[in-house]
């Protein structure tokens, strides 16, 4: 397990994000699933609520005006061989290259038998 196949997952993860497409980044999610924004749990027991929070999130973006993510920053923390927390610095870019959203969000990954990771839940650090 290395920092690179870290930052390729989210590499990845930010172009499916930016097409806006809640299905694709829905795949990569494990339910029932938990968010943290603002300090409160979101609880999203099934598929069609992440799909929903996701869709939320993403038109969000998109009405700010959202063209692309970039990784600002990443910091990988492994908790065993197949687990980490991955906090990054997310950077999101208007069409021009303009910052619209500068924001850090930490991932508790995991790693499943064929080597792809999993989302099991998010973190977005508020304030």
Do not use: K
């Amino acid at each position: 397990m290395s920092d690179e196949a870290i930052e390729r997952f989210f590499g990845e993860y930010a172009e499916r994000y930016m097409t806006f497409d809640a299905e694709a980044i829905a795949a990569v999610y494990e339910v029932p699933f938990l968010a943290v924004r603002e300090g409160r749990p979101i609880h999203l027991g099934d598929h069609a609520a992440v799909l929903e929070h996701l869709t939320v999130l993403m038109d969000a973006y998109r009405e700010a005006g959202a063209a692309r993510a970039t990784i600002a920053d990443l910091h990988v923390h492994r908790l065993d061989a197949t687990s980490v927390v991955a906090t990054v610095r997310w950077n999101a870019l208007s069409d021009n290259g303009a910052i619209l959203r500068d924001f850090t969000t930490s991932y508790h990954l995991l790693r499943q038998e064929r080597g792809d990771w999993r989302v099991l839940s998010y973190t977005y650090h508020h304030g």
